[in-house]
């Protein structure tokens, strides 16, 4: 089955500086690849995606780059903000199968 | 849209007792994913329903879990006979049909559970 690792497992920024959080897959039959920001105590929640045939997608200070070749993908957050402060998960998706990487705890120091 | 709702959002039990989790998908969303969240770790997967139909459930154990997801009413995710380490926090997804997703999933609140 799939398997997604996840890096780094902590990540401590500035506020205003950027953060990359990346992710590497097996399946190369996984199709799509969604994002999930986690709050302390709070579910997931989907905050970007991207599928296979697509190298990169933005929406404002959030983008996720793809490189199938590479079977890896990234998170990149622009101008980090306090707010940010939680745990990201990546997934990659293979038919019905989600499979979830272990999580980043992404910390902006004010 | 109320989104997806899970209850009750905290369950005691004690070890050898039955905990029910119930997952209403959001409105439209015939597909529910269960996943399990251990403290300070990720998201596992543990079973894939549709409308009366277990569709893959390779993340659950092979003892004492079961789920279902009936024709009519909530998702239901039972485990018998709790022991210490059911204690977690559990997440339930819905999807829409595939002909108008991407896949992707909206997450309940969860059910965290404690076992004493």
């Known amino acids: 089955g799939e398997n997604v690792e996840q890096h780094p497992s902590t990540l401590s920024v500035q506020e205003g500086d950027s953060a990359v959080i990346k992710c590497t897959y097996s399946d190369s039959a996984s199709n799509y690849f969604p994002w999930y920001k986690q709050e302390l105590g709070k579910r997931p929640q989907l905050i970007i995606d991207?599928?296979?045939?697509?190298g990169e997608k933005k929406d404002q200070r959030i983008a996720v780059t793809l490189n199938k070749t590479a079977k890896h993908f990234s998170l990149h957050i622009t101008e980090t903000q306090p707010e940010d402060s939680a745990v990201y998960f990546c997934?990659?998706?293979?038919?019905?199968?989600?499979?979830f990487g272990a999580g980043t705890r992404l910390t902006v120091k004010p | 849209n109320a989104g997806v709702m899970q209850n009750p959002r905290h369950l005691v039990r004690r070890r050898g007792q039955e905990a029910r989790l119930r997952c209403s998908p959001m409105k439209g969303h015939s597909h529910v994913y269960w996943y399990r969240q251990l403290p300070e770790e990720g998201l596992k997967f543990m079973v894939y329903l549709q409308k009366e139909n277990i569709i893959d459930e390779s993340g659950m154990p092979k003892e004492r879990f079961s789920a279902e997801f009936p024709k009519e009413g909530p998702s239901i995710l039972r485990i018998q006979q709790v022991v210490r380490g059911d204690s977690a926090a559990y997440f339930c997804?819905?999807?829409?049909?595939?002909?108008?997703?991407?896949?992707?999933?909206?997450f309940g609140p969860g059910t965290r559970l404690t076992v004493t």
């Open positions: 991207i599928r296979s045939n697509v």
């Open positions: 997934a990659a998706k293979v038919d019905n199968d989600m499979r």
């Open positions: 997804a819905s999807s829409p049909p595939e002909a108008l997703s991407m896949g992707e999933q909206y």
